[in-house]
């Protein structure tokens, strides 16, 4: 499950706090979820830039909404409710509105693979996979993508993600089969990371993402320097030559900053209030 910067109990009282007036706590409880969602929304849109939108109009409604929150469920579960709900029925983002499907993608994938120079710096190679299995999600439709997502790359129980996701245990268990089928069938058959056969390398993409302006040298979106040690792990799981191991291979993303001071800045001036 995506990591919360707080325990249950530590939300519970943030939560208690805001609803009653305190603007401090309203902010921490923002920035404690921020990662977690921005987590989320990074899978499900496969773009930084509407991911970091989506991000902010997500915790926007959970500030908006912590009056109907009866506890029911933790704190996490709800705002990752909140956020699916949000997702589903967004807009569609840059990469969604390519209209990629894995016959599309497979071509792509294809052409222009070029033998890496000698110069080459392998977390370019780091920011293409990382952004080659993102836009690889949306080629599934978003119900089935946000079943992978919850079922496969976060693992959560089968109860938990048919919760969060607001569907069937049988439903999402069909929908989770279904997405992993299509994964797999397409890793196994282009992915070099999963099959080292497959005709597709991150590092003879790095070129021609480099020529395209899907990546830019000097300035790594997914990938940094600051990841080597979780990069490192992500090599051993890749190993095991498995989709899931691969979509989780991703870092534990981090909210751009941006995010929450915005909203704090809203909640100061007093353009979003905390609900009574």
Sequence with gaps: MPVVNASEQ?????????????????????????DAIYGVCLRMTGSPPD????????????????????GDAAVGTWAYRIAVNHLLDRRKSAIEALGLDFDRFAADLQEGQQSPRADFEPMLAEEVKLGCTLAMLTCLDRQHRIAYVLGEVFDLPPALAAQIAGTTQPAHRQRLSRARRQIEAFTQSYCGVVNPAAPCSCDRRVARALELGRIKRDRLVLASPEQQRTRDSARQMERLHDAAALFRSHPQYRAPERIVQTLSAALTSGLLKIPD
């Design 10 to 34: 530590e939300l519970s009282e943030l939560v208690r706090a805001a609803r009653d007036g305190d603007g401090r706590a309203l902010e921490h409880l923002l920035r404690a979820l921020s």
């Design 51 to 70: 991911a970091e939108d989506a991000t902010q109009e997500v915790l926007i409604k959970v500030a908006t909404r912590l009056g109907g929150f009866r």
